[in-house]
């Protein structure tokens, strides 16, 4: 219980926005888990992982599902308001970021059965490395946007928002020392393509830890900033830390 | 002495002294003093509060209250029991007066006429400041009577043809006129509570009021005379201002455009509806209207 869910009148009601804030963090935790283990078979080439990783989408997709029915259950019978309303908006804002982040997730497992299985010839690890970059990158930034959410702390929120830029630098600079493998030797374009797809996936998954910053600016102050600057996110910031 | 001239002409001199720019200076003072957050002037206001206090005997119910109620608007006053909503909202139509040892300090004008001036006509501020209340109060007459009372007493009609009209047209206005056009001879008391109340709106409407104070409305009503009551509230703002105290915060949010919070006889907050149920700024609101408080 926090400052947000708790001190309602009917305790049950702070039981019950518990739920689902509790539901965030176990969802949290299994994305970036997922993310973690998609990225270890890619370093181990272990497909049978790999095809754990992608099984274990459901549990991600079963906990989407319930958040989604507490939700709707929450909202008929409280009718929320003020930051009750704007707590449950967030959460499920929230879960369908980490749910996706789960999708990505799986993408990158199945690069690696699709890298190793079959006896097919594998990339070096030179072409990898930017996917392993890139993985160690955005799992900081999910992890910051969780403990923002947890934490309803704003100073963690806008500092994963402003990595964002920093996501789109490493994604780009990625894409161009990929295209020198290709001028390099253009066997390896359908090796290219695929890792592009797999950053894709990563940046994606920096994409939604920068999407729950903003949500939980918005649960927080009430102001949606998603579609602001910088500076004007800075400026909300600032006059309320 | 500011003076104003009347429609015919005449030069009158106005009921009260205090300009506006008197009062704005009033409110600048009472700006530094208050602890009401939010913007409780509006751009077109049809009444004007400043620095109301109340006191009934010694004890103070109201505290220093400044508020405008905007013209054609809804205005939601909400607020634990005992916050001094209720006795705030009386104090606009002069409903207080009739309470012996109430005293109400302050400045109150509706359009520019301050109402706790000592020459002005009581029931006539009364006719245009209409009131509902929380239990259905139709007199022990029939539905034709309990509308007709106001234009009768008040000489709003000049004759059968006439008051026929403005019970016709107070009926349709508060939404009744089907319901009850075929038994307008039967007792008001025989109706739903539902119809007796919209009955009561009808009676409020029927001397033609600017104002419409309710008090809790729908508390004696079941859900489908509460929606229909709200329906009602929402049609009659076109040609009316309504100023609405509920304990329902989900029909605040419904039916108004303002909200204002009310805390131990203090104006703590108040916005825009959209604004209080969304993102209220002070934490005593917060903690009520999401069901913290206690």
């Known amino acids: 219980m926090n400052e947000i869910t708790g001190r ?41 992982q790999a095809g754990l990783v992608i099984d274990r989408d459901r549990e991600l997709n079963n906990i989407d599902v319930k958040a989604a029915e507490e939700i709707i259950r929450l909202i008929a019978k409280r009718q929320p308001v003020a930051r009750d309303l704007r707590d449950i908006l967030t959460v499920q804002k929230v879960i369908t970021d980490l749910e996706r982040v789960g999708d990505e997730a799986r993408k990158i497992a199945n690069l690696t059965i699709h890298f190793y299985d079959n006896g097919k010839t ?120 | 002495m500011e003076e104003i001239v009347n429609q015919n002409g005449a030069v ?26 939010g913007e409780m002037t509006v751009d077109d206001p049809r009444m004007i509060c400043r620095n109301v206090d109340v006191y009934y005997g010694d004890k103070q119910a109201i505290f220093n209250v400044s508020l405008d109620i905007g013209k054609n608007q809804v205005i939601a006053m909400i607020g634990p029991s005992g916050c001094g909503k209720s006795t705030f909202l009386r104090c606009l139509n002069r409903m207080n007066d009739t309470i012996d040892i109430c005293r109400v300090t302050g400045v109150i004008k509706m359009d520019n006429q301050d109402i706790y001036d000592s020459r002005l006509d009581v029931v006539s501020l009364r006719a245009s ?44 206005k508060a939404g009744l006129w089907d319901e009850v056009k075929d038994r307008l001879d039967q007792p008001g008391t025989g109706l739903s509570g539902g119809q007796q109340q919209r009955l009561c709106i009808a ?60 805390h131990l006889g203090k104006l703590i907050e108040v916005g825009e509806t959209d604004q209080i149920f969304t993102a209220p700024r002070h934490k005593l609101t917060e903690d009520y209207i999401t069901g913290r408080f206690g």
């Open chain 1, 8 to 48: 309602h009148i009917v305790k049950a009601y702070n039981e019950e926005l518990d739920k689902i804030n509790q539901l965030v963090v176990e969802l949290g935790e299994l994305g970036l888990d997922q993310l973690r283990r998609a990225v270890q078979t890619l370093k181990d080439e272990d497909i049978k």
């Open chain 1, 122 to 241: 594998p990339p070096g690890n030179e072409i990898l490395r930017d996917i392993y970059d890139m993985a160690e990158f955005v799992d900081g930034m999910l992890s910051m946007s969780l403990q923002a959410f947890t934490e309803l702390d704003l100073t963690t929120a806008v500092d994963v928002i402003k990595l964002a830029d920093r996501l789109d630098e490493e994604f780009r600079s990625a894409l161009r020392r990929l295209s020198t493998f290709i001028m390099e030797d253009s066997r390896s374009v359908g090796q290219v393509v695929d890792i592009v797809l797999a950053l894709r996936a990563l940046e994606r998954i920096g994409g939604h830890g920068k999407n729950i910053g903003g949500h939980v600016i918005f649960l927080v102050t009430g102001k949606d900033v998603r579609h602001e600057d910088l500076k004007v996110i800075n400026a909300e910031v600032a006059s309320l830390v």
């Open chain 2, 12 to 37: 009158t001199e106005q009921l009260d002294a205090a300009t506006d720019a008197e009062i704005d200076m009033r409110l600048v003072r009472e700006n530094h003093r208050s602890e009401t957050v």
């Open chain 2, 129 to 172: 400041v209409g009131m509902v209340f929380q239990k259905p109060n139709p007199f022990p007459k029939s539905i034709f009577d309990n509308v007709a009372y106001g234009p009768r007493i008040h000489g709003l009609s000049d004759s059968d043809t006439h008051l026929n009209e403005i019970i016709e047209r107070s009926l349709h």
């Open chain 2, 203 to 262: 009676r409020a409407i029927a001397v033609s009021p600017e104002v419409i104070l309710m008090d809790e409305p729908c508390s004696a009503l079941d859900p489908i005379a509460t929606a229909k009551i709200e329906e009602l509230i929402d049609e009659l703002r076109e040609n009316y201002t309504i100023a609405i105290v509920t304990h329902s915060m989900q029909q605040a949010a419904r039916v108004s455009q303002r909200t204002a919070y009310f």
